[in-house]
Structure formats: structure tokens, C-alpha cells
């Protein structure tokens, strides 16, 4: 089992910046790729980004120029670091995890980003 756990999100004006960490705990070894998703009133919930355990990054292309996921290993920690904001990246975020041990996916309990205009 692998335990996720966010942190790091509140309210923001737009045009700011914030950073989202994701500590994972448990199997940890067994993870191979870890990501954030977001999920917004009435919208499916969708990839942010995501980081394999060799290192290799995607973005949604909304986030592509404006986000950065990077993974601590020493910590267990994954971060989102997301400047720029806009109203639209309002949403609750998500940390996942996929693992090579059942249940093999794995989410955090989400936190919530609110963008002020």
C-alpha cells in the first residue's frame, strides 16, 4: 500500500504562484509513477502532470509552459510548482501514484486551489 498525502493549496490571485507537495509513504518502492490531477466543479477530473520513477515529465498543454513537476527522492515528496495562475486552474488537486502492487493506483485526498481575479 502507498500512502499519499497533499499539501500546499489555499487561495491565490491570479497571476501568482504556488507549489503543491505530495508526500508518499508506505510502499514507496513500488511506485513508478507519480502525477497530479485536478478536478474542477462539474468537470471531469483531469492530468496536471506526471513524472516516471526514471525521471521523464508530461504537462497538460493549458499547464505545459506555466507548471513544473519535480520529485524528491531522499523526502518522497513530489511537487507541482504552478506560476501564472488563472482563474481557470481553480479546482481541487490531486496527487497519484501508480505502483506494480495492488491496488496499483493510488490518490491523495486532494487539496483545494481557489484563483482570485
Known amino acids: 500500500q502507498v500512502q499519499l498525502v497533499e499539501s500546499g493549496g489555499g487561495l491565490v490571485q491570479a497571476g501568482g504562484f504556488l507549489r503543491l507537495s505530495c508526500a508518499t509513504s508506505?510502499?514507496?518502492?513500488?511506485?513508478?509513477?507519480t502525477g497530479w490531477y485536478r478536478q474542477a466543479p462539474g468537470k471531469q477530473r483531469e492530468l496536471v502532470a506526471g513524472i516516471s520513477r526514471g525521471g521523464s515529465t508530461n504537462y497538460a498543454d493549458s499547464v505545459k509552459d506555466r507548471a513544473t513537476i519535480s520529485r524528491d527522492d531522499a523526502k518522497n515528496t513530489v511537487y507541482l510548482q504552478m506560476n501564472a495562475l488563472k482563474p481557470e486552474d481553480t479546482a481541487v488537486y490531486y496527487c497519484?501514484?501508480?505502483?506494480?502492487?495492488?491496488?496499483?493506483?493510488?490518490w491523495g485526498q486532494g487539496t483545494q486551489v481557489t484563483v482570485s481575479s
Open positions: 508506505g510502499n514507496t518502492f513500488s511506485i513508478i509513477a
Open positions: 497519484y501514484a501508480k505502483g506494480t502492487t495492488r491496488p496499483y493506483d493510488y
